[in-house]
């Protein structure tokens, strides 16, 4: 994307890229930005997620789904935290670091899942 630091996986790139079109809507400095937001909600659901499979003894797709929805409300209204396609996103990327990918609901995994 350009000369930062950060590797921006090709999947939250795609996040930003309207439908026949080939490249983002926003410029690559504000795409870095929001996947250091998602990146890091992702890295903070990691010990929440093992806590809700182990303390109540729930499935990995049944957690990631849960996990979903607590994100939900913070993807609405004009003080929204994170984009519904990035909720969803970092859920993906939270499931990939947990090696849950094959646990993905088919919708998710349709998101192309991260890289």
Sequence with gaps: MDDSQIHVPD?????FVRRGQPVPRQ????IAQRFEV???????????????????GIAE???IHKLLESLLPITQGPDA???????????CHMAEQL???EHLSP????LGGPA
């Excluded at 998602?38 to 109540?56: G, I, V």
Aim: with cysteine; glycine share 2%.
């Design 11 to 15: 999947s939250f790139i795609h996040l």
């Design 61 to 63: 797709a049944e957690v």
């Design 99 to 101: 090696g849950w990918v």
């Design 38 to 56: 998602c990146d890091d909600m992702a890295a903070t659901l990691l010990p929440r997620a093992q806590e809700l499979q182990f303390k109540f």
């Design 107 to 110: 919708e998710l995994r349709a």
């Design 81 to 91: 935290v994170l984009s519904e396609p990035e909720a969803q996103w970092v859920v």
């Design 27 to 30: 410029r690559a400095a504000e």
